[in-house]
């Protein structure tokens, strides 16, 4: 999960994009780099932490041009904490190439293999990201057959031997020098990619990003998601062109993005983030009366900050009173996407506080988004029980979480889940809750499907262990249980990296 944005404007866009990736922010926390055109040079400045942090005014100054690309990094792929793996990533032969990514490519060693053996490229970090990079460094070379001339239906083409070859989830950025920014979407629509136009005076600006608050927050009109295997070209003069360029798959875009990791004011494939988390505590709030009207709730609380749409709608509907009995510190990053099981669980208390007057004698239910790693839930009780609850039970909006994650979301073992080996009795007692209610797997589904039946199916591998793509095997779990227990330890975090590439007669960064 990173956030992703390009703009080809008629003005300068350093500041669109910076903009754009603080509304993004969410997506990821370690790095974050923007490179922008001015003719024929690349301006890059990316490195470690928040966006505020790794830009200061003399980088906005040197990131000059009309059109480029912005990423911020969520680290599931390589290694944490290394600012060499920040990005967009760049190549330079046989043509200047950009490019920023979010997603996982499930296949990238045996692609780093092919890289080194037949394509004769040579990768510099352990990220899948340079992989997609060079795969399609090489396709784009294949495609122009030598003549380095490109022209839509040249890189069309390549990104379609880019679907041939890669698997997994991604959803690309890519700067063409001298030619324009390129926006493709794995052929499942695993992760999302939405964009937007500006009419001006001068003609059409454009913008892509992952979800369409950045769209909204900076002025442009919402367009529509782009599909599923599609490419979408725009060239440096504001002109568009779109073509589907990957074979038929069922659209599944993952579940996961609506239960947490969308802001709830983003649009994704047709579906209203908030709409979605509403009608999850409808389902979860008839779940309740259905199997537990046992239950004395005095009053709902939600755990801040993507359990708030659930939760009010569930309160509603059992006529319960909603309250917010949690402050939350702005200034801790989300703890979910936090590398280290000893760093969330210090951030919990850094990040919540609980306000004893809604907990002081009363029966508490407590809405989540989804219980993952379980860390957070127990120590989110403990405080309400201290704050004087006589009762604390526990709703997740989300079934259990017993899978691994392979798509770009940071749950690659089953060790750490708390749900992978054990039943809800077990997981109950576990957190330290009087009652656990998870929602079901079909009504979560349906609370998305309702608002766009095109949608034919959703990677939910981590809730049922199946896996859209069809190309994930026993032995690959096991490989990623065993490279994530040698270490998330992660490099140094090194200097903040300027580059400033000329892309006449340069080389490879």
Known sequence: MCGIIGVVAKSPVNQLLYDGLQVLQHRGQDAAGICTAEGGRFHMHKGPGLVRDVFRTRNMRNLEGNWGIGHCRYPTAGSAYNSAEAQPFYVNSPFGLMLAHNGNLTNAEALKREMYLADLRHMNTNSDSEVLLNVLAHELQEAS???????????????????????????ALVMIAGYGLLAFRDPYGIRPLVMGVNETAEGNEYIVASESVAIDVLNFRFLRDIAPGEAVLFDTNGNMVARQ?????????????FVYLAR????????????SRVRMGEYLADKIRRNYDDLEIDVVIPIPDSSRSAAMELAHRLNVPYREGFVKNRYIGRTFIMPGQAVRKKSVRQKLNAMHQEFAGKKVLLVDDSIVRGTTSREIINMAREAGATKVYMASAAPPVRHANVYGIDMPTRSELIASFRNEAEICAEIGADALI????????????????????????????????????????????????????????????????????????
């Open 145 to 171: 057959q030598g003549s380095f001339r490109l022209d839509p239906d040249t890189i069309f083409r390549a990104v379609a031997g880019v679907h041939r070859r890669a698997k997994g989830a991604y959803a």
């Open 264 to 275: 709830p004011d983003s649009l994704i494939d047709g579906v209203s983030v908030y709409d």
């Open 438 to 509: 998870y929602q079901d797997l079909e009504d979560l589904k349906r609370s998305v499907a309702s608002f766009n039946p095109k949608i034919d199916d959703f990677e939910a591998s981590c809730f049922d262990g199946r896996y859209v793509t069809g190309d994930i095997t026993a032995e690959y779990l096991s490989n990623i249980e065993g490279e994530r227990e040698k270490g998330w330890s992660g490099g140094e975090e090194s200097e903040i990296e300027q580059l400033d590439l000329n892309l006449v007669g340069s080389t490879q960064t």
């Open 245 to 257: 360029c990957a074979e038929p798959k069922p659209h599944a875009p993952c579940i996961f993005e």
